[in-house]
């Protein structure tokens, strides 16, 4: 059965960077695309963009470009999320979905249970 | 694109039926494939969004037949035609006819 797993909360200063995991199973990694979204504490769902997870080519949101980073490892099926020069405002719960497409179309049907990253000094 | 939903608290009786609007700044018909990309997720408490309906009817897989997506253009619909204990939470629509895709701001739909 296809499954996202991420890794723990975590707690970090402003200024610094985190790094979030998102392990695969029950399917061939590659053969579909990866989406992230953000969700701000209380708030809505907010689409950060996707990566290819055969060649790893990203794909970002204007909101997200210069400090969120997307990357995968395909060795171990395994999509990663960077976040630089960590703000307030990134306090919120990061999913990964995987896309039902090679490249995103969009639709996300599995989902990983969310990573909350929390910035504060 | 912008999609605003409506209502955005929907308090429901078990056993009645429900309805979620969801409204787009612009059409989510791509002319050239004859579909509409809007697609609508349930978010229950404490849980990650599942998806219940894309391409604006058609039912994911494992998703009860009393949900129902309609619409059309920059209308768009998602019913409920019993309403049961466990579909509480918050209901998402999204467009996936242009990049950035975007969410609705949600509605919380509870239980009387």
């Known amino acids: 059965q296809v499954q996202l797993v991420q890794s723990g909360s975590e707690l970090k200063k402003p200024g610094a960077s985190v790094k979030v995991s998102c392990k695969a199973s029950g399917y061939t990694f590659t053969s579909y695309a990866m989406n992230w979204v953000r969700q701000a504490p209380g708030q809505g769902l907010e689409w950060m963009g996707w990566i290819n997870s055969d060649t790893g080519n990203p794909t970002y949101a204007q909101a997200f470009t210069g400090r969120f980073v997307f990357s995968v490892d395909t060795s171990v099926s395994t999509a990663y999320l960077q976040i630089f020069s960590l703000k307030a405002e990134d306090t919120a719960v990061y999913y990964c979905?995987?896309?039902?497409?090679?490249?995103?179309?969009?639709?996300?049907?599995?989902w990983g249970q969310g990573t909350l990253v929390t910035v504060s000094s | 694109i912008v999609l605003t939903q409506h209502p955005l608290s929907l308090p429901v009786t078990p056993g009645e039926p429900a309805s979620v609007s969801c409204r787009s700044s612009q059409s989510l018909l791509n002319a050239y494939d004859g579909h509409t990309y809007v697609d609508w997720y349930l978010q229950r408490p404490g849980q990650s969004p599942q998806l219940l309906i894309y391409t604006l009817s058609y039912r994911a897989s494992g998703v009860p037949d009393r949900f129902s997506g309609s619409g059309s253009g920059t209308d768009f619909t998602l019913t409920i035609s019993r309403v049961e204990a466990e579909d509480v939470g918050v209901y998402y629509c999204l467009q996936r006819i242009e990049f950035p895709y975007t969410f609705g701001q949600g509605t919380r739909l509870d239980i009387k």
């Open positions: 979905a995987r896309d039902t497409y090679y490249d995103s179309n969009g639709r996300s049907d599995f």
